[in-house]
């Protein structure tokens, strides 16, 4: 396969081996995304960016001199020096207002604890007694105590970044407004400082929320409106404070600019590229006009993504959280604001046709181009990376092949006319593992699906765990490599109960999906034979059995769905609906209060507590 200077690729091998050539129209259509100019590729000299790992020879980027993070300079004549600190440095070079960003890394992620395990929960749905109608920041707390009193090391939960402070509130984790910041939703009003004393306006609006959680369907833009009012009368209460002042401090320009996008966008509504010309750029005049005009509401804004912060910080210390982190964000979203010059907007990223899907998948998030990237130093990625595992044990990569090629489908295109384009993942990687070093966490990356050959270990030689997932795989659990988490299945696929049952596939037949029938036959038959369960099992058996049958995984972590120990027969998402299905919005059907003495939970816990891995080689 050739790549052009651009990263576009010549085409690609589909699911079915076939090699598709990418046809010359999609090839302009992408540069013209790119806002590229054919006679003029992307400056490859002297390199815009280097990595230094230990263990491996130290590149020659030039002469120079190298100033180190800390403000250090070191004169560069050859090979950059060997010992160089961990972070990113800057060699300017002799002669020229050129620069090259050097990324030192460790090279590696640091490892989870051996034999570890964990609860995969979608945090919206843990609701306990004092829940607003969805999952908060002090259910994760509950939840993480009762957890690691069972003997966890982790709850791997949905992302929690940030939508569009608007309603209708989007339901999907995976298609934030910001990865940077954090979603409202989340915060436990009741625990923020003020709230047992706030008035009846406060206790009111409890009294609504709590009565949202006799619905198993998650009302998110009820939720939104009780939660806004409510801590907008505790904002107006709030006389400031250190830690909020020292928050702010630290987040800088970034947590500003993300207040003042929510503070435009509650004025103009969504879709930042029709706002008034003078409100489109983060950088305008006017921009910085509006904020001081309106900074209560921009300081409301950061306000409220401290009291994220500060519950976020006591949840992780009950147990430690892995962070997961979307593929990408919202083309209207705080983000796209922000970054629109280092974006491709008229594009998006998909997957190309395959077995499953015929027509291919368009997921609508806009991809960052490979050399803007990189002339920015790669900030939108350190960025984003550092905040997502900020107070975090774990990082789950969704996507992570994307690090190394993502499927673009241009503005008006269809998915089956899309082109791969390649990004540059020795950088990428280098920034995963020092930000993860930094952070003292450990990652993941989520390799399910097509993989080109040279990904896995790639990602296996910076330690960065793969994704070994039951349902895909052929090999029984103990035969898992040691570097991986493995699982039983994700949040799009069956659970134990939907798959044993039969419901699940009954429900994607009655919503017109078309499934793979008999490929969802093979795998029941094969789950009955691996965990020795006979056709009229009851499905908690199968259930219980199963994870007997995970904890003797040779992954160094595993996880067990809360939906899996609570025999849920109906999946969080059902990829091919929008609202035919209750997408990220079913609660468990028990609250936590229950889950923590519900007999199956506890068995599945129990044989996890108790596994050890057998030893093997990655």
Same mark, same amino acid.
């Given at each position: 396969m050739q790549t052009d200077a651009w990263g576009i690729t010549s085409g690609y091998e589909d699911t079915r081996g076939v090699w598709r050539l990418?046809?010359?129209?999609?090839?302009?259509? #992408? $540069?013209?995304?790119?806002?590229?100019?054919?006679?003029?590729?992307?400056?490859?000299?002297?390199?815009?960016?280097?990595? +230094?790992?230990?263990?491996?020879?130290?590149p020659s980027p030039g002469r120079g001199e190298l100033t180190l993070e800390d403000g250090a300079i070191v004169r560069v004549d050859g090979p950059l020096p060997e010992g160089l600190p961990p972070g990113y440095h800057t060699l300017r070079h002799d002669g020229s207002d050129a620069t090259t960003l050097v990324i030192a890394t460790p090279g590696a992620c640091p490892l989870p604890p051996a034999d570890a395990w964990g609860w995969a929960a979608q945090l919206y749905g843990v609701r306990s007694a004092a829940s607003w109608g969805i999952g908060d920041l002090a259910d994760l707390e509950r939840l993480g105590r009762w957890s690691a009193g069972l003997g966890a090391s982790l709850l791997l939960i949905n992302p929690l970044h940030a939508? =569009?402070?608007?309603v209708p509130?989007?339901?999907?984790?995976?298609?934030?407004?910001?990865?940077?910041?954090? %979603?409202?939703?989340?915060?436990?009003?009741?625990? +923020?400082?003020?709230?047992?004393?706030?008035g009846p306006e406060v206790a009111a609006a409890a009294r609504e929320a709590r009565a949202l959680d006799a619905e198993r369907r998650i009302d998110r833009d009820a939720v939104h409106r009780l939660k806004m009012r409510a801590l907008e009368? $505790?904002?107006?209460?709030?006389?400031?404070?250190?830690?909020?002042?020292?928050?702010?401090?630290?987040?800088?320009? @970034?947590?500003?600019?993300?207040?003042?996008?929510?503070?435009?966008?509650?004025?103009?509504?969504?879709?930042?590229?029709?706002?008034?010309?003078?409100?489109?750029r983060p950088d305008a005049p006017g921009v910085a006009?509006?904020?001081? !005009?309106?900074?209560?509401?921009?300081?409301?804004?950061?306000?409220?993504?401290? =009291? #994220?912060?500060?519950?976020? !910080?006591?949840?992780?210390?009950?147990?430690? +959280?892995?962070?997961?982190?979307? #593929?990408?964000?919202?083309?209207?979203?705080?983000?796209a604001w922000a970054w629109q010059d280092v974006l491709a907007l008229d594009? %998006?990223?998909?997957?190309?046709?395959?077995?499953?899907? !015929?027509?291919?998948?368009?997921?609508?998030?806009?991809?960052?181009v490979p050399d803007r990237l990189r002339a920015a130093g790669f900030r939108p990625f350190i960025e984003t990376i550092r905040a997502t595992l900020r107070h975090a044990g774990g990082l789950r990569i969704d996507h992570v092949m994307g690090l190394f090629r993502l499927f673009w489908i241009p503005r008006g295109m269809t998915a089956a006319e899309g082109a791969y384009v390649r990004y540059p993942a020795d950088e990428l990687l280098a920034i995963v593992a020092l930000e993860s070093t930094r952070a003292g966490a450990f990652a993941v990356g989520e390799d399910l699906g097509t993989v080109e050959a040279g990904v896995r270990d790639m990602l296996a030689r910076h330690c960065v765990l793969s994704y070994r997932c039951l349902w895909f795989e052929e090999e029984p659990p103990a035969r898992y490599p040691r570097l991986s988490l493995g699982s039983v299945t994700t949040h799009d696929l069956p659970t134990i109960a939907g798959l044993w049952s039969g419901a699940d596939l009954a429900a994607q037949q009655k919503l017109g999906l078309r499934p793979n029938v008999a490929a969802t036959e093979s795998i029941r038959r094969r789950l009955g034979r691996l965990v020795g369960a006979?056709? @009229?099992?009851?499905?908690?058996?199968? #259930?219980?059995?199963?994870?007997?049958?995970?904890?003797?995984?040779?992954?160094?972590?595993?996880?067990?769905? =809360?939906?899996?120990?609570?025999?849920?027969?109906e999946r969080p998402n059902m990829p091919g609906t929008v609202d035919e299905?209750?997408?990220? %919005?079913?609660?468990?059907?028990?609250?936590?209060? !229950?889950?923590?003495?519900?007999?199956?939970? $506890?068995?599945?816990?129990?044989?996890?507590?108790?596994?050890?891995?057998?030893?093997?080689?990655?």
């Open positions: 990418t046809p010359p129209r999609t090839r302009r259509a #992408i $540069l013209e995304a790119m806002g590229a100019d054919p006679a003029r590729p992307p400056r490859s000299s002297p390199p815009p960016s280097v990595v +230094v790992a230990a263990g491996r020879p130290a939508p =569009l402070p608007l509130q989007q339901p999907s984790p995976y298609f934030p407004s910001s990865r940077r910041f954090r %979603s409202p939703l989340y915060i436990a009003v009741d625990a +923020v400082p003020g709230a047992g004393d706030a009368r $505790l904002w107006e209460r709030f006389g400031g404070g250190e830690r909020f002042d020292a928050y702010c401090r630290e987040h800088g320009a @970034g947590l500003e600019g993300f207040a003042t996008f929510n503070a435009l966008a509650e004025h103009h509504g969504s879709g930042w590229s029709r706002w008034p010309a003078e409100h489109r006009e509006f904020r001081a !005009a309106r900074r209560g509401r921009v300081r409301f804004h950061q306000w409220l993504q401290w =009291l #994220i912060d500060e519950q976020f !910080a006591r949840a992780a210390a009950a147990c430690p +959280v892995m962070q997961d982190l979307p #593929i990408g964000f919202d083309p209207d979203g705080a983000d594009a %998006s990223v998909g997957a190309p046709p395959d077995r499953f899907n !015929a027509a291919g998948q368009d997921w609508g998030l806009p991809p960052f006979a056709d @009229g099992a009851a499905v908690e058996d199968v #259930i219980a059995r199963t994870h007997a049958l995970l904890a003797t995984a040779g992954s160094t972590v595993v996880t067990a769905t =809360l939906e899996d120990a609570l025999a849920v027969a299905w209750p997408n990220w %919005s079913l609660a468990l059907p028990q609250p936590l209060e !229950a889950i923590e003495r519900a007999p199956l939970a $506890l068995a599945v816990a129990a044989a996890l507590a108790a596994r050890r891995a057998p030893r093997r080689s990655p």
